[in-house]
């Protein structure tokens, strides 16, 4: 059997694969409910995979390729979607790493996320972060929040993603997505520009950089909507993160920029169901009161935890709260709760209270 890519991204549409990954000398590998599984069948030589490539690269990816050894792209292939395709070098033949792209924004209840990440898209303006590490369903997140403007709200959304996961079809909004290395040369490029389109809501697929985080802040204080990603995994070290990037004669003015236009952070983790039929979402939420600001003006990001673990009246959740909740409804194991815990006391104490 000769392996094409359409063969496989088929075989990957039809079992239901989050991922893909071709490696030199194995059969094609699927992630599927997190676990990394072989796709029965004959291993791509280094051949193939060369073969494969080409295939999907224009000149100027080519000549991106060669210059850097790595590329991130995203392909629509008719009848199968729109795929992110990661491809690198490995004892200098190509492999990639492919992410399958949603082909419809789920529902709020099928995503698993709070009520209050919906209500979050009704703000006006400041700035709204999605955080957790790489595969932990960022981008699904942000493409939901767009939606939900999108069907909602009369705006102007521009998004600059790399590269474009899922393309929104305008409704009540305007969406303008744009892709690094296709419509922009860079992030940084493009949010140099993106304030002269007269935008209300900004997404930033993700914040690299330092200039990045502080256009993202300007936009945020002068009166837009921006939601953007990070690879943080929780609340209080995203705010470490963003002001540490800085240099520190910088540092104070940024620490004021956040505590006035932060408005919320939402962290991810998917993890593995009890039944093992797949991944569950864990979600700290952290809506940021006078408190929250207060600390983060006093460089105390620390206090912040105990003001969310309060802050049930704001619909603030920690990690540890999620992680304990759905152990109790038997979503996920005793295990993969205490391990994924910033504190396993909390969860074995909730333990040992509901066992007594």
Request: proline share 4%; net charge negative.
């Amino acid at each position: 059997m000769g392996w094409t890519l359409e063969k496989i991204l088929k075989a990957a549409r039809r079992l239901k694969a989050s991922d893909v990954h071709l490696i030199t000398n194995m059969a094609p590998l699927l992630r599927i409910g997190g676990e990394i599984r072989p796709v029965e069948g004959e291993a791509l030589d280094a051949e193939q995979l060369q073969q494969i490539t080409s295939s999907i690269l224009n000149e100027r990816h080519r000549e991106e390729l060669d210059r850097e050894w790595q590329l991130c792209l995203s392909k629509n292939l008719p009848d199968l979607g729109r795929f992110r395709i990661s491809i690198y070098f490995h004892s200098g033949v190509p492999e990639m790493a492919i992410r399958l792209c949603e082909t419809e924004v789920r529902s709020r209840e099928a995503l698993q996320l709070p009520p209050v990440v919906e209500e979050l898209t009704r703000l006006p303006n400041g700035l709204i972060l999605v955080t957790g590490q790489t595969g932990m369903g960022k981008t699904t997140t942000l493409n939901f929040m767009v939606d939900c403007i999108n069907r909602q709200r009369r705006s102007k959304i521009v998004t600059i993603e790399d590269p474009i996961e899922f393309v929104h079809q305008n409704q009540r909004s305007i969406v303008v997505q744009q892709e690094v290395m296709t419509d922009v040369k860079s992030y940084r490029e493009a949010l140099i520009h993106v304030l002269r389109q007269d935008p209300d809501v900004i997404v930033i697929g993700e914040m690299r950089s330092l200039e990045t985080i502080e256009t993202a802040l300007t936009a945020a204080e002068t009166g837009h909507l921006v939601i953007a990603t990070l690879h943080t995994p929780d609340s209080v070290q995203t705010i470490q993160r963003i002001y540490s990037v800085f240099p520190g004669e910088q540092q104070n003015a940024i620490i004021t920029q956040i505590a006035n236009c932060l408005q919320a952070i939402i962290s991810q983790r998917l993890l593995p169901r009890a039944d093992g039929q797949g991944q569950v979402l864990a979600t700290e939420i952290c809506v940021v009161n006078h408190a929250i600001r207060n600390h983060i003006r006093e460089r105390e990001a620390q206090h912040i935890y105990s003001v969310i673990q309060t802050g049930r009246k704001l619909h603030m959740q920690t990690m540890d709260n999620a992680l304990t909740e759905l152990y109790q409804r038997g979503e996920i194991s005793y295990d993969i709760a205490v391990s994924n815990a910033k504190e396993p006391t909390y969860i074995r104490n909730n333990e040992a209270k509901s066992s007594s």
